[in-house]
Nanobody, 126 residues
Framework: QVQLVESGGGLVQPGGSLRLSCTYS????????IGWFRQAPGKEREGVSG????????NYADSVKGRFTISRDTAKNTVYLQMNNLKPADTAVYYC???????????????????WGQGTQVIVSS
């Protein structure tokens, strides 16, 4: 089991940007696939973005394509989610998740991941 800690959430105006971080403790992040998920009040959790174990595959939900970018820094054991042109609909608690299982194509499915962080709140409002 690995520990994941999200940070970088906050309150931002529509059109603004935030960068979320998911810092991993345990084995080298290089071997893990990471996913970002979000859950808004009264709604189901949805996959936002994912990056596979070797970083060669990245995936995005249609709702965030062109606005969000996932990246990783293996030296810092951290995966980032850069969020630009934020909309009120992006308001949610954002979670990162990890798995050691090999994922060839980055997944947005929650059942692809084994360990989860506690989440960070993102509020997009004027």
């Amino acid at each position: 089991q690995v520990q994941l800690v999200e940070s970088g959430g906050g309150l931002v105006q529509p059109g603004g940007s935030l960068r979320l971080s998911c810092t991993y403790s345990g084995s080298r992040l290089y071997y893990y696939a990471i996913g970002w998920f979000r859950q808004a009040p009264g709604k189901e959790r949805e996959g936002v973005s994912g990056i596979n174990n070797n970083g060669a595959s990245k995936n995005y939900a249609d709702s965030v394509k062109g606005r969000f970018t996932i990246s990783r820094d293996t030296a810092k054991n951290t995966v980032y989610l850069q969020m630009n042109n934020l909309k009120p609909a992006d308001t949610a608690v954002y979670y990162c998740a990890a798995t050691k299982r090999w994922i060839g194509v980055a997944s947005l499915e929650a059942n692809a991941y084994d360990d989860w962080g506690q989440g960070t709140q993102v509020i997009v409002s004027s």
